[in-house]
């Protein structure tokens, strides 16, 4: 039998799929993929040898990700303030004017 050729990129996606879901086994990947169970485990830990993958317990995030969350939570919680800030004087507005009334 003859052995076929795998790009790297499929490499790389079949080594992300397995790592992405940890309930699943090389058997169930490597079924959905029509590649060798043995294959498919060979690619896993050549990739984590080589450090291109991160661990299926540990995913790291690209920092760029991180700071843009960052500098989206900051915004939200600043929103969260000046809403607040409304909430507070159109309360206090409700009470003074509530306490003007002379029925």
Excluded: H
Aim: no cysteine; hydrophobic share 45%; charged share 25%.
């Amino acid at each position: 039998m003859a052995m076929k050729a795998y790009s790297a990129e499929f490499k790389a996606d079949a080594v992300a799929l397995y790592l992405s879901d940890p309930a699943r086994t090389y058997a169930s990947v490597a079924e959905d993929l029509g590649v060798n169970r043995e294959t498919l485990r060979l690619w896993v830990q050549q990739a984590r040898a080589a450090g291109t993958t991160p661990t299926a317990a540990a995913p790291a995030r690209p920092a760029a990700a991180e700071v843009a969350l960052e500098q989206e939570n900051k915004q939200l919680q600043a929103r969260i303030r000046e809403l607040k800030t409304e909430r507070d004087i159109l309360r206090r507005a409700a009470e003074y004017f509530a306490g003007e009334t002379n029925w």
